[in-house]
């Protein structure tokens, strides 16, 4: 019941300009930390899938957006490695 919300929320948030709209910043992080969110999300259920969304948006500086990191959602998920 909470994975489908959440899902529309991300999607809301994205088609409607994402950070750049709602923040004034861009993610340094290829994908974006909006879809690696919603990867995980799908990827690994509700819970799993916020923690790593949430340890991927602490990692996101805003102030250096000089360059964009390929990070992808990992494939097995280890809390311990994040």
Same mark, same amino acid.
């Given at each position: 019941?909470?994975? %489908? ?21 861009d993610?340094?992080?290829? %994908?974006?930390?909006?879809a690696y969110?919603?990867i ?21 500086s805003?102030?250096d ?6 990070? %992808?959602? %990992? ?8």
């Amino acid at each position: 019941m909470l994975k %489908p919300l959440l899902l529309k929320l991300i999607t809301y948030y994205r088609r409607t300009g994402g950070g750049q709209r709602w923040f004034a910043v861009d993610c340094n992080f290829e %994908p974006t930390c909006s879809a690696y969110t919603y990867i995980a999300i799908e990827r690994y259920g509700v819970r799993r899938g916020v923690l790593l969304g949430w340890q991927r948006i602490r990692r996101c500086s805003q102030h250096d957006s000089f360059c964009k990191c390929i990070e %992808p959602v %990992p494939e097995t998920f280890d809390a311990k490695a994040n």
